[in-house]
């Protein structure tokens, strides 16, 4: 089975699956699934817009709409994860997977999906380690905060995935494992990114939660977008074979197991903004290991009539954009998705946005930024009482990443930012508590020397391939973050943009 796997599309679908028709006809190569590892931007109408944690001037319709309206279908079976440029108030409705479009599946928060037998997972968002142990409590319309906040990666969902036990061929992620880059071409990746070296030196750059993930799921192949920079861990291929089960279908399945795991953990589900961790072995819990039995498995499967084929349920949630009708002043409301409903009925799961719309009546969610705006200003390492597993919120970049825009630090939560301490000879930093070299490298996954990568890191301009983990970027596309709302006017003063290859304007390289 041939996968293509692509990096950041931000909306431009079209782009996306001319490219793979082109590799068709200059290749005879002609994918059977397409990958995509976030920054998809499934953005319907002007609402969805204002719900994508990007500056006004970046925000731009693309082309999804065309796939959601149905004026056309995606030419090849499209599942992908999400990132932290997104229309999150469509992401939401669909926290544990569902269609946007035909033929387009989203993963959800996280989740497990199987595809001619191939077992394919992944976790939306990025990591920041003060949301990372609260709820999924976000809901439109957003504010400053939870624009921000609704992408971050909380704990429960990579929690439910170290529950699985059984070997996973692909996984995604937005942003990098912590320490990946040490097993590649390091330096080619410090030539073409250099102001990496201050993160990879220091072993701070990427997600230690994806990195955790890592180290349990050992998937055979792990892909990753969000920094821009083409860079694989092992060997680069625009399209790879996969060995498949040539008896299964072409439908998308469910997994049986992590239907059964989400059956274990439904009732850890929290939809507040307060910090906790999730069970472990440390006596504080009767119960810390919500792994499922082969008979929980087999009992999924009864209840499924031994059919997991995913439905073709995808339906209409909002009013799709129109280019001769805009309506610019469109709000974002918080709708429950009939997948989502459809998908809880079944499996006796919580709907988290019915959960969260119960809780906005009782008055418990909505407005707490407002009302503990300081405890809202806790440090990197979460709550003052009980200290978060990872010790920096060092998933960004402390150092300026040409290829993003920046904000200034007064913007708040922000990617290229970070709560870290820079290393210093008096205090060195502790690898030992986060993770680091000291993690040995999945059997499974090969590694390359520097030596041995040069050859084929020459190439990579030139093919947007992937083994292990790397980053592919399709086509040009205008993009990044906002801090406030549309009219720019939240507090924010500087915004750069410094990419040519993905921000088209030419006048929005200067500092505004």
């Known amino acids: ?5 692509a990096g950041c599309c931000h909306g431009a679908l079209d782009k996306m699956y001319e490219t793979l028709e082109l590799l068709q006809q200059r290749h005879n190569v002609r994918p059977d699934l397409l990958l995509c590892c976030g920054d998809f931007q499934a953005v319907r109408n ?22 959601y309206s149905g004026e056309k279908k995606a030419p090849v079976l499209t599942v992908f994860i999400g990132g932290n440029h997104e229309a999150s108030n469509h992401l939401q409705e669909l926290p544990y997977g569902g269609w946007v479009a035909p033929n387009i599946y989203y993963l959800g928060y996280a989740g497990v999906v199987r595809f001619r037998g191939v077992r394919i997972g992944g976790i939306s968002g990025i990591f920041k380690s003060h949301d990372y142990r609260k709820g999924h409590f976000e809901c439109p319309p957003y504010n400053q905060q939870t624009i921000r906040s609704a992408y971050h990666v909380r704990n429960i969902e990579v929690f439910k995935l170290k529950q699985l036990k059984r070997p996973m061929d692909i996984f995604m ?14 330096k080619q990746l410090l030539k073409m990114k250099s102001f990496f070296r201050q993160e990879v030196e220091s072993n701070t750059l990427g997600s230690p939660a994806a990195s955790e993930l890592l180290q349990h799921l050992k998937p055979t192949y792990w892909f990753s977008a969000h920094l821009h920079v083409k860079f694989a861990a092992f060997m680069q291929h625009q399209i790879i074979d996969i060995e498949h089960d040539p008896s299964a279908g072409d439908s998308l399945e469910y997994d049986a197991e992590w239907i059964a795991v989400l059956k274990a953990t439904n009732s850890l589900i929290n939809v507040t903004q307060s910090s906790w961790n999730m069970p472990e072995k440390n006596g504080l819990h009767a119960k810390w290991d919500y792994s499922v039995t082969e008979e929980a498995i087999k009992e999924v499967l009864e209840e499924l009539n031994h059919n997991l084929k995913i439905p073709c349920n995808f339906t209409l949630t909002a009013a799709c954009y129109d280019p001769s009708k805009p309506q610019k002043h469109m709000e974002p409301v918080h709708s429950i998705n009939p997948q989502t409903t ?16 119960q809780a906005k009546e009782e008055g418990s969610v909505r407005g ?57 000879p008096d205090h060195p930093p502790d690898f030992s508590a986060s993770f680091s070299d000291i993690r040995i490298m999945p059997d499974s996954m090969a ?3 520097d ?14 391939v992937s083994k292990q983990v790397e980053e592919k970027s399709l086509s040009e596309r205008p993009l990044k ?3 406030g709302n549309e009219n720019g006017n939240s507090g924010i003063k500087k915004i750069k943009r410094r990419n040519q290859a993905i921000y088209a304007a030419e006048d929005e390289d200067k500092t505004e």
């Open 1 to 5: 089975m041939k996968v293509a796997v």
């Open 46 to 67: 002007e609402a969805d817009l204002r719900c994508m944690a990007v500056p006004a001037k970046y925000r731009h319709m693309q082309t999804f709409y065309r796939y």
């Open 173 to 186: 992620s937005h942003d990098w494992p912590r320490s990946i880059y040490h097993y590649g071409n390091k």
């Open 342 to 357: 459809e998908f809880c009925a079944q499996f006796g799961l919580t709907d988290i946005n019915d959960r969260i719309q």
């Open 368 to 424: 707490e930024y407002e009302e503990e705006e300081e405890e809202e200003e806790m440090d990197s390492t979460g709550s003052a009482e009980e200290p978060s597993e990872y010790n920096t919120d060092n998933s960004g970049l402390s150092s300026i990443n040409p290829d993003e825009i920046m904000l200034d630090e007064e913007g708040g939560d922000e990617d290229l930012s970070t709560c870290s301490v820079d290393p210093s």
């Open 447 to 449: 590694v390359s020397s």
């Open 451 to 464: 030596d041995a990568m040069d050859s084929t890191n020459e190439e990579l301009e030139k093919s947007g």
């Open 481 to 483: 973050r906002i801090g």
